[in-house]
């Protein structure tokens, strides 16, 4: 059985910083990428960032500069770390695990809100 949990999030004001955690835990055999999606109210999930299992990273045009996304892959955990925010960053942030485990699954973390607002 595997377990993508995540934490962090919250509100904060305009131009302030978040940061989020991810971790994977389970009969995993190895990872080929973890990342974050959002998704806002009326809107699609989208892509954030995204960290495959050799370092690569990639991000939404719109968060390229504010946000990284850093591993720790003995601990099978991808973190967020997210600066200058805006209001338009404000969704349901959800962390993704594309994993090997008896095979190739793709799992879902329960989501975290994230609000910018003043």
């Known amino acids: 059985q595997v377990q993508v949990v995540e934490s962090g999030g919250g509100l904060v004001q305009p131009g302030g910083s978040l940061s989020l955690s991810c971790a994977a835990s389970?009969?995993?055999?190895?990872?080929?990428?973890m990342g974050w999606y959002r998704q806002a109210p009326g809107k699609q999930r989208e892509l954030v960032a995204r960290i495959t299992g050799t370092g690569s990273t990639n991000y939404a045009d719109s968060v390229k500069g504010r946000f990284t996304i850093s591993r720790d892959a003995a601990k099978n955990t991808v973190y967020l770390q997210m600066n200058s925010l805006k209001p338009e960053d404000t969704a349901v942030y959800y962390c993704?695990?594309?994993?090997?485990?008896?095979?190739?699954?793709?799992?879902w973390g329960q989501g975290t809100q994230v609000t910018i607002s003043s």
């Open positions: 993704n695990a594309d994993l090997q485990v008896t095979a190739r699954f793709t799992y």
């Open positions: 389970g009969r995993i055999v190895s990872i080929y990428a």
